[in-house]
Nanobody, 116 residues
């Protein structure tokens, strides 16, 4: 069974940091485009960051450039999102995904709240 499981969300003060993890099971991330989306209450789902299937291209939304870093550990079959200098506008449910061009898989989401 193909599955993505996120962890690492929580409540943090503005300016703080969190690291999200997304562990894949039942398949390897090696041949998939992978990344993160987020959805805030009352807003559309927004792409945050992605890594191309060959790892040669990494992209970020303008709103998170310079603050968020996406990475992958092939040995652990896990995707990460390091989030620094968090702002209240970053508050959302964060989802990881994997897409091989014909099929896409999504995690269940993890809540990130940046608030004082």
């Amino acid at each position: 069974q193909y599955q993505l499981a996120e962890s690492g969300g929580g409540l943090v003060q503005p300016g703080g940091s969190l690291r999200l993890s997304c562990e894949a099971s039942g398949f390897t991330l090696d041949y998939y485009a992978i990344g993160w989306f987020r959805q805030a209450p009352g807003k559309e789902r927004e792409g945050v960051s992605c890594i191309s299937s060959n790892g040669g291209s990494i992209k970020y939304a303008d709103s998170v450039k310079g603050r968020f870093t996406v990475s992958k550990d092939n040995a652990k079959n896990t995707l990460y999102l390091q989030m620094d200098s968090l702002k209240p506008d970053d508050t959302a449910v964060y989802y990881c995904y994997a897409d091989d061009g014909t099929q896409d898989y999504w995690g269940q989401g993890t809540q990130v709240t940046a608030s004082s």
